[in-house]
C-alpha cells in the first residue's frame, strides 16, 4: 500500500544511508574511462524503472552539472518504433534483448533497473549482454534476486516498499552522474598526467640471474662443459618479470604488490624494478630474497640452482596497496608458491576488486586458488594436472577435461589452460564447446612467456575485449615473446604493439635467433607458396616475407597482373601461421629491402637449384647464405592463369 507522508519521508530516510555510494563511485569512474574512449552505455527497465533510465542518458547524453563533451547512453525502452517492432514480431521478453545484440559491443556497459529484480525482459537482456561480453550492471530492490545474480555487479536497495526503492534509484542516478562529471573534470599533474590506465599485479617475485657464456670443450676433471667467456645479467623474476613486461606497454603504469627480502638482493631487485618504472608495494617484514641461476651456452641451460629460504613473513595489507587496487583498470595476480596469495587482508582485497574490473589469475601448485569473481585463470598443463589428479593425455582433449574440472572447482569464470609450444585451450561453460588456439612455431628462451601470456590476457581484457580474444592475442603475443628472445628482448609484445618485420628481424637477431627472408610476387597464393613457405619457416626463428609491389609485378609479369594486388596478397600472407612479417618493395628485384632486412637466409624455389641468383653476392656479403628449398612439381601462378584462360576461351 501506498505510505502516508510521514512514513514514507521515514522509510526514505532509513534506506538512503544504506545506498552503496563506493560502488556507485566507481561505475562513475569506470564510464568517464569508456564514454569518452568511444564505449555506450545501455539502460533498460520498465515503468518507472523505465524513467530513472531515461532520466540517467538525458543526463549523460546532455549534461549533469558540469560542462563537458556528450557522452553515449541510450534507454532501450525509448525508442518506441522499435520497442513495438520487437515486441509484435519477436514478443515482450525479447523487447530489451535485441536491442542489446543490435547496439552492445564488447566494454560496453549494460545497466539493469529493475525493482523486483525478477522481470523476465531485463533478465534477458542481461543473458544477451554477457554472450556479448558487455559489463553488466543491475539497480534492484531487496537482495538477493535473479538480477542482481546475473550481473556483474548490483547496488540492492534495502527497502520494502517500490517506491522507495525507486527514489534511492533516482538518487543513485545522480550520484553517478556526479561521479562521471567529477572524474572527466578532475584535473591531473606530473606523472598522473599520463597515467591513462593502471594494471596492479600482486605476486611473489625473486632475482633471476642469467650466466652465459659459450662452452666448445669438456672439463679434464669431469664430463662437464666448460663455460667460457662467461657473463652475468640479473632482472627482476617470477610476479616481477610480468611486471616488468606490462610496464613497456604504452598508456600503463604498474603497481607491483609483492614481498622483497631485506637484503643486498632485495635492495638490487628493487632498483631495477624501480630503473623499469614499477611502482613497488612491500610487503614483507624480514626474509631474504630468492635468487634462480640458469647457466646458459648456445642459447640452451645447462644448468640451473636457486637459492630459497622460504616464505617471507608479511605485515599486514597497507592501505596504499587497497587504494591502488581500487583505482585498477585491471589486477593480475601471478603466484609463485610463497606465500602471498593466503595473505587473508588481500584476498578480500582481491576479491572486492573483481567485482567491477578484469582479474587474472596464473596460478602455482604450491599456491592458494584463485579468490571469487576472477575473470580468468590461466594455469599451465602441469599446473592443471596438480589442481585436478586429472592424469590423462597431455593433448587437448585432456587438458580441456581439466579446464573443466576447475571450472567447476574455482570460483572463476573462464579457465585457460595454456598447453606451451601447443598454445591454449579456454573453456567458458562444460556444455559448450572449447576454444583451442594454436600457437605459431617459434624457438627461443620460453622463461618469462606465461608471464608475457597472463599480461597480454589481463590487457586485452581491461581494453573490453572478450576472453576468447584475450587468450588468442596471448598466445601470440607469448610466440613473439619467444621468438624474439624471452627475456633478454627489452620490447613489449602486447598485441596494440606495432612491430614491423624490420624491427622484429632486428630483435631477434640481437637474441641470437635466426632471419630467415623469402621473396616473390606471391600472386595468387597456392599449394607451392605454401610449400616454399612453410620449409623456409623451419630453417630459423623468424621468416620475412618481401613481395612485389603491383606496379613491380605489372613491369614483370605484364599488363593484365597482378591478379591480386598487394594489399590482399600481403593480407593473405600474413595470415599463414609461418609468415611473422610481410615487406612490399617497389623495385624490380629486391636489392633494397634485402639491404634493410639483413636476413641470415635467403631462400628460393628448388626451381633456382644450379644458378646463382642475382642478389646472392648481397646476401653473402653481410654473411647470409642463399638456399633453395624443394618446391612442388606443377604449382605455377603464370601456368595456372593461362588454363584459366583456355577454359573461358573454350566456354
Known amino acids: 500500500m501506498t505510505l502516508p507522508g510521514r512514513a514514507h519521508i521515514q522509510a526514505l530516510t532509513a534506506a538512503l544511508p544504506l ?21 555506450r552505455l ?8 523505465a524513467a530513472e533510465a531515461q532520466h540517467l542518458t538525458s543526463e549523460l547524453v546532455g549534461r549533469y552539472q558540469a560542462e563537458r563533451a556528450p557522452l553515449s547512453a541510450i534507454a532501450l525502452h525509448a525508442d518506441t518504433s522499435s520497442l513495438t517492432a520487437v515486441i509484435n514480431d519477436y514478443g515482450p521478453h525479447e523487447v530489451f534483448a535485441r536491442q542489446v545484440r543490435a547496439h552492445g559491443r564488447p566494454g560496453d556497459v549494460l545497466l539493469l533497473l529493475s525493482t523486483s529484480g525478477s522481470s523476465p525482459n531485463v533478465l534477458a537482456a542481461a543473458q544477451a549482454g554477457r554472450e556479448l561480453g558487455l559489463t553488466i550492471w543491475a539497480l534492484t530492490g531487496p537482495a538477493p534476486n535473479p538480477l542482481a545474480g546475473a550481473s556483474d555487479q548490483a547496488v540492492c536497495v534495502d527497502a520494502p516498499e517500490v517506491a522507495t526503492v525507486q527514489e534511492c534509484h533516482l538518487v ?15 584535473p591531473t599533474t606530473g606523472a598522473e598526467q599520463t597515467d591513462a590506465r593502471r594494471l596492479v599485479v600482486v605476486g611473489d617475485i625473486l632475482l633471476d640471474r642469467d650466466i652465459t657464456g659459450t662452452a666448445d670443450r669438456l672439463s679434464p676433471e669431469a664430463p662437464a662443459p666448460v663455460l667460457a667467456a662467461a657473463r652475468s645479467t640479473e632482472r627482476p623474476g617470477g610476479a616481477g618479470l610480468a611486471a616488468v613486461l606490462a610496464a613497456r606497454t604504452p598508456g600503463w603504469r604498474v603497481t607491483l604488490i609483492c614481498g622483497i627480502g631485506q637484503d643486498q638482493d632485495g635492495a638490487h631487485l628493487r632498483a631495477l624494478l624501480d630503473d623499469a618504472g614499477v611502482e613497488v608495494i612491500d610487503l614483507a617484514t624480514s626474509g631474504t630474497t630468492p635468487v634462480k641461476t640458469r647457466v646458459r651456452a648456445a642459447d640452451r641451460t645447462l644448468l640451473r640452482f636457486d637459492t630459497d629460504a622460504g616464505p617471507l613473513p608479511l605485515g599486514p595489507l597497507p592501505d596504499a596497496a587497497r587504494t591502488r587496487l581500487a583505482e585498477a583498470a585491471a589486477v593480475l595476480v601471478c603466484d ?10 588481500l584476498r578480500q582485497a582481491l576479491t572486492t576488486a573483481a567485482g567491477d574490473r578484469p582479474l587474472v589469475w596464473d596460478p602455482h601448485p604450491k599456491g592458494a586458488t584463485p579468490t571469487p569473481g576472477t575473470a580468468l585463470a590461466v594455469p599451465n598443463t602441469d599446473e592443471a594436472l596438480h589442481f585436478t589428479g586429472h592424469d590423462g593425455p597431455r593433448d587437448l582433449a585432456g587438458d580441456t577435461a581439466r579446464a573443466v574440472q576447475l571450472l567447476a572447482a574455482w570460483p572463476v569464470k573462464q579457465v585457460a589452460v595454456t598447453r606451451g609450444r601447443d598454445g591454449a585451450v579456454l573453456v567458458a561453460d562444460a556444455d559448450g564447446h572449447p576454444l583451442a588456439v594454436p600457437a605459431r612455431p617459434a624457438a627461443g628462451d620460453t622463461c618469462g612467456a606465461g608471464d608475457q601470456l597472463a599480461v597480454t590476457a589481463v590487457m586485452t581484457l581491461a581494453a573490453g575485449r572478450l576472453p576468447s580474444h584475450a587468450i588468442a592475442a596471448a598466445v601470440h603475443a607469448a610466440t613473439d615473446y619467444v621468438a624474439a628472445g624471452g627475456p633478454a628482448a627489452r620490447a613489449s609484445h602486447h598485441p596494440s604493439d606495432t612491430t614491423g618485420p624490420l624491427e622484429l628481424a632486428a630483435r631477434v637477431r640481437a637474441g641470437g635467433g635466426t632471419v630467415v627472408g623469402a621473396g616473390g610476387c606471391f600472386d595468387l597464393l597456392h599449394a607451392g607458396h605454401l610449400s616454399l613457405l612453410n620449409q623456409a619457416r623451419r630453417l630459423g626463428d623468424v621468416l620475412i616475407v618481401c613481395i612485389n609491389s603491383d606496379a613491380s609485378v605489372r613491369r614483370l609479369k605484364g599488363a593484365d597482373r597482378p591478379v591480386v594486388g598487394e594489399r590482399e596478397r600481403a593480407a593473405l600472407l600474413t595470415a599463414l601461421d609461418c609468415v611473422d612479417g610481410v615487406l ?6 629486391p636489392e633494397k629491402v634485402l639491404a634493410e632486412l639483413r636476413p641470415d637466409i635467403w631462400v628460393k624455389g628448388g626451381d633456382y637449384a644450379g644458378r646463382r641468383i642475382a642478389e646472392a653476392d648481397l646476401v653473402e656479403s653481410w654473411g647470409g647464405e642463399v638456399v633453395t628449398v624443394p618446391f612442388l612439381e606443377g604449382h605455377s601462378t603464370t601456368t595456372r592463369l593461362q588454363h584459366l584462360a583456355q577454359q573461358a576461351g573454350a566456354r
Do not use: K, M, Q
Not at 543513485?172 to 578532475?186: F, K, R
Open 19 to 39: 545506498l552503496e555510494t563506493d560502488r556507485l563511485t566507481t561505475w562513475g569512474r569506470l564510464l568517464a574511462e569508456r564514454l569518452p574512449a568511444g564505449g
Open 42 to 49: 545501455l539502460v533498460a527497465g520498465n515503468g518507472g524503472s
Open 172 to 186: 543513485a542516478v545522480h550520484l553517478l552522474c556526479a561521479a562521471v562529471d567529477t572524474c572527466i573534470a578532475a
Open 336 to 345: 609463485y608458491g610463497r606465500g602471498i596469495t593466503s595473505h587473508d587482508d
Open 584 to 589: 612490399v618493395f617497389a623495385e624490380d628485384t
